[in-house]
């Protein structure tokens, strides 16, 4: 699971325990994609934000951070929806250091045009057409569903707020996605929202632990309860997959 989670590389996960994952809706979790990048972009530019605010130092921030995630792109085989990711934070650093506002709109479009600059065939590609579909739903369908939860003045529930905030981003990926997915592979998970829900914190977790593990194994210095909490993480995750996938 962890091979799979940090390099892409199913070959070695049961058979029962991917088809839990396919029943229960959390396919996308097992491969590659923007989701995943976006948690190693999160893990290299939170210590780089120790850097500083100067102009120098969000250069150098900036710089490392796109270097790595495009080893790491590249490293992993560089899929349609891995480099559509790696264009947005591209595109993102780009901004930042140009003082330029985005929006996901704005990006969206922008990546598109470069990837088929570059690679126009890619648009045939399943990964290609449902990584464009879900971040169509986050730009385009989420905001609209986010804001029937109308916010307060005193935000008196913050914790709810997240829940239906992450239900609305599910919501708005699956309306995109969902036909997509149904007329490739001819099924549409019913639990979808309560898959995303369990599933997405988990692996949000499990792939900085098992990163962390895998340094620390490295040199000989791995705690026995990070080796503990990261099993943990990852049998949680597929045992909610299961329970998911029998319902």
Same mark, same amino acid.
């Given at each position: ?23 229960? #809706? ?14 190693? %972009? ?14 120098? &130092?969000? *250069? ?11 080893? %790491? ?6 899929? /349609?929806?891995?480099?559509? &990711?790696?264009?947005?934070? *591209? ?16 990006? *969206? ?6 990837? *088929? &600059? ?13 990584? %464009? ?13 986010? @804001?029937?939860?109308?916010?307060? !003045? @005193? @935000? =008196?529930? /913050? ?5 239906? =905030? ?24 019913? %639990? ?8 997405? /914190? ?5 792939? /900085? ?32 997959? !299961?329970?998911?996938? #029998?319902?």
């Amino acid at each position: 699971i962890l091979k799979a989670l940090i390099t892409g590389e199913r070959g070695d996960i049961p058979a029962a325990v991917t088809e839990a994952f396919r029943d229960s #809706g959390a396919s996308h979790i097992l491969a590659l994609s923007g989701f995943h990048l976006g948690i190693i %972009y999160g893990i290299i530019s939170r210590p780089a934000s120790l850097l500083g605010g100067s102009r120098g &130092a969000t *250069l150098a921030k900036g710089t490392v951070t796109v270097a790595l995630c495009g080893l %790491y792109t590249l490293a992993t085989g560089a899929g /349609p929806s891995i480099v559509r &990711a790696f264009i947005f934070i *591209l595109l993102g650093e780009c901004a930042r250091l140009s003082h330029r506002k985005t929006t996901t709109a704005s990006v *969206l479009i922008s990546a598109l045009l470069i990837q *088929l &600059a570059v690679n126009p065939l890619s648009i045939r590609t399943v990964s290609f057409q449902l990584s %464009y579909a879900a971040m169509a739903g986050i730009a385009y369908v989420f905001p609209y569903l986010k @804001n029937l939860w109308k916010a307060d !003045e @005193n @935000n =008196n529930w /913050p914790v709810l707020r997240k829940i239906w =905030n992450s239900a609305a981003m599910s919501a708005s990926c699956q309306l995109t996605t969902g036909p997509l997915a149904y007329h490739y592979f001819g099924t549409f998970p019913k %639990y979808f929202l309560l898959t995303n829900l369990i599933a997405l /914190p988990l692996t949000t977790l499990t792939i /900085p632990s098992a990163l962390l593990t895998i340094v620390m194994s490295s040199f000989g210095i791995c705690p026995v309860f990070l080796l503990q909490a990261t099993e943990f993480l990852v049998t949680s995750l597929i045992r909610s997959l !299961e329970i998911i996938a #029998g319902m």
